[in-house]
């Protein structure tokens, strides 16, 4: 990390250091609102930000997202999580307290086209994307000058599909040495494998150049310029093993028209890849996202 | 009001009669949600959604609105709102609740240009506009077959600004006669008096054909055209005794070039408007909008 | 026709009786633009307006609109059509001139949900949209109060995949009938023979509810949530006998979020829909559309 | 210029060699189009695009926009301009003919936001902004080593309003001296001579952080924030000696809610005046922008 981006962290876990976020799931039931928010009162954590959501109100799941502030958290944190047990056990919840201070290690992946590595790059520069950005790891040397001269390590290793596992295994290495969180695939062409994807369940963000469900798979550009699209799009999602098919997490589009050919709609499209990219990055880092089944919840 | 509206709201009216919103307005502070969601619990209403806002953390302002089912609420209506009473005083509470089957009973001001109008008739034909259009008073006699033709009343009131007393003195006969909850200027192109606005605070929405701050007063396509802008906007506010100055609720723009002049920014610019103003009024009519100060937050 | 509209397309038919659209398609090569412009000069006509496209530059396919002026234009015409073939075959062009004046008879094909049908309804009334409804066809009595309250025949043809062939029958006797030159499929929820399509190519608009290439076939909303996106959108296309696969007109998108259900996804849908298919309509009108293959080049 | 940039600079040049632009503006009347098409088929061009409009169609003002291909452009250069001087004359025409391959000259300006700045490097390295980025011209030493590392060379010249002589003067030595075409205010924040702007009239792009005409002048999102807009923009024009009332060229708009505070609207803002602003440079670039009087024609 260097120095001018640690400054900015160090302020940002500084301001924050009694900051968390409680994210709960579980069937909706009268009073679940009722309990926390008297369990937060009562460990005199204020409230500063709620948001909740019922999925089909009759017999549905309840989720919700609360950002709390508590004095001497770092003292309070254990207490808090083995008194919360209790209520969790009877209102059958998943749940989870973050810690703001505690700021996710990231790895980026990276193929020949660095649009998307730069943008989350500028944005990690200008603190907007409030992560330790561990690693980047790519298949080709494209990037490694700019990744570097941020002082960031920059893992040069060769892929295709012939040598899939062994390329997974260094990965995986590299992954665990450097505590990584969230691995984000900033346009890496390369299929992983289930094995992989399993072990970093709801952890891996994909950026797929289209407005999914239509063009799955290769090449969407040039099939958007054959079918004659009037838009084009980019879908951020988390990855599953069924390709293209993973919880979406943020989608946008841009407009075309009869003047743009394939290579117009690759530059007009790779502007909101960037966009639509850093946007899921961002509520990611933020605890913002529930995936539940094949869907996100974004708070 | 005519019979296949009459359907639409007594379906929606049924569906909904256990339904409330809950709206509070106090100065931040921990333990209001606690006490809240606490209250609800133990009168057995559950919370279907819920949206909070703090401004500024510190020493701030405190805004909820919750919406929620209770069995039985018809009975539950006068306890529910005498017990609540030492909880409000205990925060300090600016409170109200609102009943969902309470159909708002809603008049629209129209001059000579008909199109918001359409759009507001159009959304409550069509079941998206949850109010009794209990009458449409104008200036001209332009709307008055299409107005009728729903079975709506229409009073033609002549106006200008030598005889704008005698005039607010008709319509607030009217008002009164329909017991007007809300008040919708669809383009009604004159100005009200301070007395007329003072006693209807926060009840009526107007539409401004510019992006506001631009634009105030008068022939904002024109200004637009002459100034070479590159989109033009629509802005919906509650009007107060400064022009074009009350709080802004929804705010749209659309694209220009230099090909349209100032009657095609006119065309393009009626459908942004239809569809700002459509949105405030709906927001209004779901008790979503609180006003703080000049300013709203919509929940 | 109510006599408002008439009013209003006689006014339109005075302004521009001397304006005429020329259309041509053909072969990129040098000198295309200076053989027009010449001719369009040595007839004294002044061009108001020009587009032109060259679809891959080297060996392709040039498109090119200009709107243009010529005094006593109904005299000029045979003379203007007869003396431009020797051009058109020099430069081996498909081509054709329209008079501005020549307002196109329409009809709309519509089911039981009437947002689309009513939007045209509306433009039309307006003015906005330069046409002539001749008849509304419907499987469904919805629609036929509002039609009938504005002057237009409106015809009840009960349909079916059972009894395709004879409502068809039905339904191009009225299409003589009334001379009817574009067909518009306002949710028109059945699908047409590939005799029918054929009989109109490139002459039937439809309207699609999302974004194409996804969610081709039925309940695109329902699936649409299924899926779990953070868009939905509508497309407006000709028809062809690839069900929802001619070529694409207009398209748009609306967000959503995890809060919408199918049901908000359809009404925030349908709004999108109305301005989607408008805007073809209104482009198809103005002669600003040329189908070569399967795509539109809109001028 | 660093080496990567260069190289593609030289493939475009390349690419181009025989490319150019006509930009023509004079008082409309029959003819101009058959004149000037005849003029380039006679000179063996071939007319790869082509954009016209006529302002105010009687009497107006015609402008047009051609970009041509021609065989050994080189060396017809001068034959071109020479023999066009008759057609000129005869239709009153201001005119330029623009030769792709002559890449502009380009200055920023920057004080201490960089973002800005750092888009337009961006889409520089990438290759879609076709210019020499010559120099960096700041009042901050922030931007330095950014510029430096792609080899751009950065001068730091403090700046207030009681040196804004000295100031210019030598500024205005380093744009002699690098034959600069067009100076970007990439957020430079100090206010320009009358004198300085006299000297570079449509050669200077301002972006400014709001949507205009709202908000002029300092502390736009500040006052967005006081009057509590519901959406925030950025406007790109060309400097003149009326303070952000120049000819705009683009500008477009971001939505905000009332959890955006002053803060949040600057981030959000920050992403709208990048692309805001690269959008206008690379319109100049491609010479598609027409100034007349106080409007920007952009073809």
Redesign the interface.
Known sequence: MNSYSEGKIQAFQKKNENRARFLIKCPDQ??I??AV??F??EH??????????????EGGEFFIRIEFECPDLKEQVSKLETRFVPIAEKFNMEWKIMYVRDIKNMAIFVSNEP?CL?ELL?EWQ?G?LMANIALVISNHETAREMVE?LGIPFYYIPANKDIRHQVEVKQKQLLEQYEVDLIVLARYMQILTPEFVGHFENRIINIHHS?????IGAKPYERAYQ?????I?ATSHYVTNDLDEG???????GRV???D?GEDMK?IGQ?IER?VLARAVKWHLEDRIIVYK?????F
Do not use: C
């Open positions: 009268p009073g609102v009722a928010s008297k937060l009162y005199n954590a204020n409230i500063v930000a709620s948001d909740q959501f019922t999925m089909n109100p649009h730069l500028w200008s907007d001269s407005f999914l469900p239509a063009f079918r004659g699209v009037k838009m799009g919880p979406i997490i943020e989608q946008n589009i028209d009869h003047r050919n530059k502007s966009s094949n869907k996100t919840i974004v």
